[in-house]
């Protein structure tokens, strides 16, 4: 399954207002290579580069958080071991790989295929 080809040819909603010489973080979100800032949520500098988080697994409808407090499901990315974080919750860290479908999951669907 190819998940990338949803975070191009969209419009980012969410751009950064304020710079405050924080330190440059690097991590990989469905492959592509991102910089955040020391001091992001996962969710603010995933968003900062691509228009929404992921797609509801149902609606397939995007999504890019609600509450933005750790209290509902929409902000879910899923790291390389399979577990799903709360990205609104969860400061960036250096060298993350964070996947906006669960990679246990996508690994089912290309043994299907
Ligand atoms: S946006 Fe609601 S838990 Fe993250």
Request: with cysteine.
């Amino acid at each position: 399954m190819d998940n990338t080809d949803w975070h191009e040819g969209n419009t980012i909603i969410m751009h950064r207002v304020q710079e405050l010489d924080r330190s440059p973080i690097a991590f990989l979100f469905d492959g592509h290579e991102v910089t955040g800032f020391e001091g992001d949520s996962i969710l603010v500098a995933i968003l900062a580069r691509f228009p929404f988080l992921r797609k509801n697994e149902f609606s397939h409808q995007p999504r890019s958080g609600f509450c933005l407090m750790g209290a509902c499901q929409e902000c879910w990315v899923w790291n390389k071991q399979g577990e799903r974080i709360r990205s609104c919750s969860t400061p960036l860290q250096a060298g993350m790989e964070l996947f906006s479908t669960s990679p246990v999951i996508q690994g089912e669907l290309a043994h299907e295929s």
